[in-house]
């Protein structure tokens, strides 16, 4: 027999551990994607394949642990999660996702409901994802998070999104559905914590699109949370805290993570975040009731002990812009930079004072859904029109001048052939000037035109001063009538400004509806701590807002106005920072607690217990005299 060669043995050998590695190949899991383990604690590489087979194995409040990698991934599909999970990378810095999963579908959905495994009580997370950094690929014009829940009487899913970076090239990547989000979030409570969203100067950026359309479980569109007290302080808010925003802000509701039906009456607060802002974006604000169509504005917010720095040589916008809705906006502090300024702090817009937007008509006293007199003061047609002013035809009427803008309750023209109008800003003896639009759907007055004024006092879900209404349902809203809302006052105080200019002042409203010292109270430009009872805030003959230690409260007080006492509360379990509670005088000479802030840091971060709920204002308690 012939014997082999050397290299005809080495040859043999090569072939045998090459279909060796074969087998065990085909047989055994690739080591470079993964996933394994079991329930509670999964661990997946970062690869969407194995991702996505670690949350089809996972059951209800499972933890999956996604590895590093190489650092960096591409995801080309989306991923849609029904399973209350938490998802935890690596590290925002140790793993970057890609995303490039096209136009019809968001990279990572969730939904669920409370009540349901894994997702029945308010100190349990449903869904969290930390710990990566999310950057657009070519094709991504659809947002990387969307986050829909369904809620019940009890309460909605609570979420955390935490410890992530959102690259610059969001903010330039065209998105559909969303408007100028990052995210849709709908119907979920809970915290969004300690992520970095850096967007681009001059380019619209905000976090979330955020509503709470069926609060509580009932109805769509936001209409239960605008028919529920506002709750300050409780569990009942999606929170943005601890964030730092680059060229953006926290919040908007123009779009939705669902329907139309799935959008309105959001709930935000946004605490303890760095906003390094520029010219074009507000740090919280959204739309009103109004060009969203049948979708309601943002029921209720805060804003506080927020930091916002404004840029050398750049007008910023008003940090808070809001066109619906009421809130607590106080212990920010703005820094302004060389040549920096800013028209004003807070800007409260409410639209249809000057044109019919979105199906619900102008807010002229001919829209059902205002609070109107119901009274015609005169009629007639428009002879011309030169830029806002209005001459009517035929001889002088012969109204006093400003008759018809009374600081408080303006009347209204109410074009009838075009089924609009407008607030009015001022009048001669027969000209009416009107407000100066620039909104959507500003209405344009035309000659011939016929014309009526009339009044609305109160518009449904106006920017400042209006709380709890009836409750609508259908599309349109149903009943066709008055919201006849609850006063609820807008209140601003201890807020700080360094460098730079203010120019209007603290608040700004858009109409003679929403004033001073009834739908909202501020304190003034860095007025400092009482000193005393009666300095500097005097809450009988000054009219506004204090601040300073519970000692040194007025002693008297006119019914409105409100205090906050810096030494109060326990709120606050940072180990650093201040306290506080607000006391609001309900009636001439007493004093009643109003709010105290929800626990800090958020209970979903502390891991502790969610705190207790405080009592919206409808039962005010602790009065004294």
Sequence with gaps: MEHESDGDQAMRHLLYITGLMAIFAALAPSAAAQCSGSSPTWTSTPDESSVSSCISGASAGDTINVTAGSGSVTWTSSIAIKTPLKIIGPGASSLTIIDNAGTTSPLIS?????????CATISTIC??????????????????????????????????????????????????????????????????????????AGNYLQFAEESNASYLGVGNYGDNAWAQPEAYGSDNFLYFESNTFNDSGCCENEGTAGGQENQGGGRVIARFNTFNTDDINFEMGWHGTESNGRPRSTRAFEFYDNIVNCPPSTECQSVVSIRGGTGLNWGNTVNFSSGSGMNAFFNLTTYRTQASIGGWGACDGSSPYDTNDGTTYWSGTISSVSGSTITVSGSSPGWSTNEWSPHGAPYSV???????????TGNGSNTLTIGPGGGPGSWAPKSGDSIQVLRAKVCIDQAGGRGAGILYSGDPANPSSSANEAVSPTYAWFNTFSGGSLGIGIVYPNTLRVIQNRDYYTENPNQAAQTSPTSPFNATTTIGMGHGTLANQPTTCTTGVGYWATDQGNWNQSGSGGQGELFVCTATNTWSIYYQPYTYPHPLIAGGTTGTIVNPPTNLSASYQ
């Design 110 to 118: 969730w939904t669920g409901s409370y009540g349901t495994s894994g």
């Design 127 to 200: 869904f969290r994802l930390s710990g990566f950094t999310f950057a657009p690929g070519a094709s991504s014009l659809k947002q990387p998070l969307n986050i829909l829940g369904t809620c019940s009487s009890a309460s909605c899913p609570h979420i955390r999104i935490d410890n992530n970076v959102f690259t610059s090239a969001w903010a330039t990547t065209a998105k559909t559905g969303n408007s100028y989000g990052l995210t849709a979030i709908g119907d979920v409570f809970g915290v969004i914590d300690h992520n970095t969203i850096n967007g681009v």
């Design 414 to 424: 109410h074009d009838v052939t075009q089924s609009t109008g407008s607030e009015i």
